[in-house]
């Protein structure tokens, strides 16, 4: 789907003689907005699904373009060089100019924790943000032991926590608007922030391939271990999905319970609605050609649920009691009564942090096999669920 994968087993090295000295005084900063000094770079990676970076080459210089970075209608677009350590006279201490490979890291998600420990890099980390939700395991011991430290959340970050650390690069995610003003102090004290968009990306696959664009910041060889880890990827996702078949009746499913009094329903270009789609189902009220969520009356979700064959991903409940409890309607869904409610919650933190949401987005294969084993069992029958519990039973399923 989309686009071609330009590997670099090239030899990724392949260097061009003469002009990189010149580069330097030609760009004033490395990384420009909307702008692009290196229109002459060779591609180096054209990305298969996702739609938010690409990365070429100038010798053994590195170009990483992220498209965008944030929500809403802000086209900023940045562009990042990434140079051998070896040259560091020549481009360190500007922005956008970051040495490869790194040795020092801050994550200000979980997400980018997870793309590096699928690189098995995850040893450069020395920084995170919002550590109660970190579901790795190696991290949380690091935390635990002070060689990792938590340097606060968005607006409440510790600038001198992080100057402190000197990392080489801060990976963050930006949310257009007064959210992201919170990162601007951050370049003055000369750190190097590079803005990732891969929450945006719709296609699971365009998520997990995000995983090159952090190869990129490392030695060769990892660059060319991720793209073979993500064909592997790629290759057991479609095989799943092809396992479906599509002259069958749609599960029809409910997604979410109400928060806050507001019942979020994905659109139907969303993220989980492109994965219940490859896994034989239909999110009941999703839009179709919608990206966004939009929100639905109780009413309107109680119609809906008196369709539906299951029901996912009712908020942070754990059980049919506690849901069913929060509601006395909800016993009522035929779904509950037949215990098909499930939840993405089989591996939460205490504190509920959730690790769908952090090393799931480089295991799309494996969530897939998920929904397919919950929604259409017989097609699936031997996986065990990783990401999704079925909700225990409860008394009120007898109700």
Known sequence: MGGSILLYMKPLKAIISGGLGLLLFVVVSCKQRNTDPFIDAAPLYAPMYAQGFTIKEQGDLRILYIKKSWQGNDPSSFTY???????????????????????????????HIAYLATLNQEDCISGVSGAPYISHPKIREAISQKSIIDVGFEA??????????????IFAYGIAGESTAFLEPLARLGLQVVYVGDYLEAHPLGKAEYMIAFSAFFETHVMEQASIQFQSICHQYNALKERIQHDRPLAKVLINAPFKDSWYIPGGENYMAQLLGDAGALILGSKKGVKESHVISLEQAYLFALEADYWLHPNAFRSLETLGGSDARFTRIPAFKAQRVYNNTRRYTPQGGSDFWESGVT?????????????????????????????????????
């Open 81 to 111: 060089l990434l140079y051998p350590r070896k040259d560091s006279l020549l481009y360190g201490g500007k922005e956008g100019c970051i040495p490869y490979p790194i040795k020092n890291a801050v994550c200000l998600s979980t997400t």
């Open 156 to 169: 409440a970050l510790n600038y001198e926590t992080l100057f402190s650390l000197q990392p080489d690069v």
């Open 363 to 399: 295991e799309p294969h494996i969530i897939l096999a998920d929904l397919i084993h919950i929604l259409h069992p017989e097609w699936l029958p031997e996986h065990p669920l990783i990401y999704y519990e079925q909700l225990p039973y409860s008394a009120f399923t007898q109700n």
